[in-house]
Nanobody, 115 residues
Framework: QVQLVESGGGLVQPGGSLRLSCAVS????????LSWYRQAPGKQRELVAS???????NYADSSIGRFTISRDIPRDTILLQMDSLKDEDTAVYYC?????????WGQGTQVTVSS
């Protein structure tokens, strides 16, 4: 059974940083793409960043220059380094893996940016 487990969320002040982790229960190379999404209260879930099997990376416009997605291959983990955080980054952050026409989601981790 495929499992994705997020961690690393918390409360941070504006301008601060957090690093999120998504631990995957099998080799990350079995997935076509692994992504971070987020959902703020009252809003639709939106893409934050993706990393493809071949290493290509895609960022949402709001992430460019502030967020960095990467792979920790020996640990089968996807990381999201978030810098220069803003109040509007407050959301539940989810990890998503896609393979074989199926999508697998983690349970989410809360990120709150507030002074």
């Amino acid at each position: 059974q495929v499992q994705l487990v997020e961690s690393g969320g918390g409360l941070v002040q504006p301008g601060g940083s957090l690093r999120l982790s998504c631990a995957v229960s099998e080799s990350i190379f079995t997935f076509y793409v692994l992504s971070w999404y987020r959902q703020a209260p009252g809003k639709q879930r939106e893409l934050v960043a993706s990393v493809y099997q071949g290493g290509n990376i895609n960022y949402a416009d709001s992430s460019i220059g502030r967020f960095t997605i990467s792979r920790d291959i020996p640990r089968d983990t996807i990381l999201l380094q978030m810098d220069s955080l803003k109040d509007e980054d407050t959301a539940v952050y989810y990890c998503k893996g896609e393979k074989g026409g199926n999508a697998y989601w983690g349970q989410g981790t809360q990120v709150t940016v507030s002074s």
